[in-house]
C-alpha cells in the first residue's frame, strides 16, 4: 500500500472532519448542475472513507465507486449503507488509489477530496486518476475544510514535535497546487471555484486538543508516544496560557472549495 491508512481512527473520523451541512448541500448541487449525473453518472471516489461524501452524491443521483486502504473505514461506509432507504447506488472495494483496479476511461468524474495528502507516491495517483477518466469527463479536487482542527494549534504542534528531534514531514502532496501543476504539465487546465461556500466554527480548545492527543489527523501519526506526549503536554500549557483557560471557545474560518480538471 502506498497510501497512509486511517484504521484505527474510523471512529473519529467524520466528528473530526465537520462540515456546515447548508454548505456542503450547496457545493454539491453546485457540482450536480454542473456534470449532471444524467451525462456524469459513473463517478469515482478514491479514499472514499466512511462515504461522508459519496453518499450525499449518491443521493444526488450519481453511481458511485469508491476505493479505500482502510479496512475499518470500509466497514463503517458499509453500515450505513445497509441503513440507507431506498438503497443508494455505491458500491466499494480495498484499493490503492497508486494501482487502481478499473480499466482505462471507466469514469465519467473522479471526485479527489483531501485525498493527495496521505499518498506518498502522489503522482502516480494523479496518472491513475487521469487513465480512468473518460475523454469528455472531469477530475475534479474537492477540499472540504479543516473540520474540528484549529491551524495555529497544528502548527505548535509540528514546531513542538520538531524541537524533540521529530520533524513531522508531508506523506504526499504538500498543496492541491502540487496536483494541479502536475496535470497543467500534461496538457489540463483548472478551474478553481470557492468563496461561495463559507461559514465559521466554534472550535472549544479542549475538544481540538482532544483530538490531537487522540491522534485524529495523519500528522499526529508521526511521531513516537514518547514524542507525542511532550508535545501534547507543552501544547495544553502553551494554549491554556495563552488563553486563560482550555474551554474557551475560537472563532476559525472555514470553507468548501473545488479545482475542476476538464479531460479533453
Not at 477518466?133 to 472540504?144: A, D, E, F, N, S
Not at 475544510?145 to 514546531?159: C, D, F, H, I, M
Not at 506526549?229 to 507543552?234: D, G, H, I, N, T
Amino acid at each position: 500500500m502506498q497510501s497512509f491508512s486511517f484504521d484505527g481512527l474510523a471512529h473519529l473520523y467524520d466528528e473530526t472532519r465537520t462540515v456546515d451541512p447548508a454548505c456542503l448541500g450547496a457545493a454539491l448541487d453546485f457540482l450536480a448542475e454542473r456534470f449532471p449525473p444524467a451525462r456524469y453518472s459513473r463517478a469515482l471516489e478514491p479514499g472514499i472513507g466512511t462515504g461522508r461524501i459519496a453518499i450525499p452524491l449518491a443521493q444526488r443521483g450519481y453511481q458511485v465507486t469508491g476505493i479505500d486502504v482502510s479496512d475499518q473505514m470500509l466497514s463503517v461506509l458499509a453500515e450505513r449503507l445497509a441503513q440507507a432507504r431506498p438503497p443508494l447506488r455505491v458500491a466499494f472495494q480495498k484499493g490503492d488509489v497508486t494501482d487502481l483496479p478499473f480499466a482505462d476511461a471507466t469514469f465519467d468524474m473522479v471526485l479527489a477530496v483531501h485525498l493527495f495528502y496521505f499518498v506518498a507516491d502522489w503522482r502516480r495517483a494523479a496518472d491513475e486518476i487521469a487513465r480512468v477518466v473518460r475523454p469528455g469527463g472531469v477530475i475534479v479536487l474537492m477540499h472540504t475544510g479543516t473540520g474540528a482542527e484549529v491551524p495555529g494549534l497544528n502548527e505548535r504542534y509540528k514546531q513542538l514535535c520538531a524541537e524533540l528531534g521529530c520533524p513531522i514531514r508531508p506523506v504526499g502532496a504538500s498543496s492541491t497546487n502540487e496536483v494541479i501543476e502536475r496535470y497543467a504539465r500534461q496538457g489540463l487546465g483548472a478551474e478553481r471555484i470557492g468563496g461561495a461556500w463559507q461559514w465559521t466554527a466554534r472550535i472549544r480548545l479542549d475538544e481540538a486538543l482532544g483530538y490531537m492527543r487522540a491522534r485524529a489527523y495523519a500528522f499526529t501519526a508521526v511521531a513516537s508516544d514518547d514524542v507525542h506526549e511532550a508535545a501534547m503536554r507543552a501544547l495544553d500549557e502553551g494554549t491554556k496560557s495563552e488563553y486563560g483557560t482550555l474551554s474557551a471557545t475560537i472563532e476559525v474560518p472555514k470553507g468548501i472549495r473545488f479545482a475542476l480538471i476538464p479531460v479533453p
